[in-house]
């Protein structure tokens, strides 16, 4: 079975400063995809950034960036130029690469708080 | 595009009674998730259906919890009765395996359920 485990329960930031979410997993699978999620107050889940395992390419959108260190099996987001619209509760997840959808496994998520 | 559809938004009934959520995924998407999100925690998978056959149910509590997807579109997953500790945000999900968002699952906003 995989664990995602987010020790941090929440953090603080000032706005336009980085801040990094850390994030750690464990599975026996050589195949699969990580990706970290935003949850508003408004209950929407909304994809920020995925990777896929066998990329050795952190993967990359606008502000945000991943750390994949694969074999410590650590997955951080570091969002740069913080703004107030990214206070939410942000979720480490894992996928199982077995090439057709399956669940998502998720960690038990962190409040982030960007300071004006 | 409109993205995935759930109603109602917040319910509270008493406990021993029973309660229904629709959900409505994105147009082409076969692969609807029904996941449960207890307070301060991530999301837990429930059942994941590919078109209308139920792929995965091992962590939906059969005795109370039963849903349906019976064209294969939109869903709906029922509690009866209700228990107290079955208040949480009830979330779907649909995907599909189609390029660009390939595995990428999309989450509607959710049904609050308070169980009193």
């Known amino acids: 079975a995989q664990t995602v485990t987010q020790s941090q329960p929440e953090m603080s930031v000032q706005e336009a400063e980085t801040v990094t979410l850390s994030c750690t997993y464990d599975?026996?699978?050589?195949?699969?995809?990580l990706f970290w999620y935003k949850q508003p107050p408004s209950r929407q889940m909304i994809l920020v950034i995925r990777q896929e395992a066998y990329k050795q390419q952190n993967a990359t959108e606008n502000r945000f960036s991943v750390n994949f260190q694969k074999a410590a099996k650590s997955f951080s987001l570091k969002i740069s130029d913080s703004q107030l619209g990214d206070t939410a509760m942000y979720f480490c997840?894992?996928?199982?690469?077995?090439?057709?959808?399956?669940?998502?496994?998720f960690g038990k998520g962190i409040t982030l708080s960007v300071r004006p | 595009e409109a993205g995935v559809v759930q109603s109602p938004r917040y319910k509270i009934i008493e406990k021993k009674q029973p309660v229904a959520f629709w959900c409505n995924p994105i147009?082409?998407?076969?692969?609807l998730y029904w996941y449960r999100q207890n307070l301060g925690q991530g999301p837990e998978l429930l059942i994941r259906y590919e078109n209308e056959e139920a792929v995965d149910d091992s962590q939906l509590p059969k005795d109370r919890f039963s849903a349906e997807r019976l064209k294969g579109v939109d869903s709906t997953l029922k509690i009866q009765p209700a228990e107290l500790g079955d208040s949480a945000v009830y979330l779907c999900?649909?995907?599909?395996?189609?390029?660009?968002?390939?595995?990428?699952?999309?989450f509607g906003p959710g049904t609050r359920l308070t169980v009193l």
């Open positions: 147009s082409g998407h076969n692969t």
């Open positions: 599975t026996s699978e050589s195949n699969y995809y």
């Open positions: 999900a649909s995907s599909s395996q189609r390029e660009p968002s390939y595995n990428e699952q999309f």
């Open positions: 997840a894992f996928m199982r690469g077995t090439g057709a959808n399956s669940k998502l496994t």
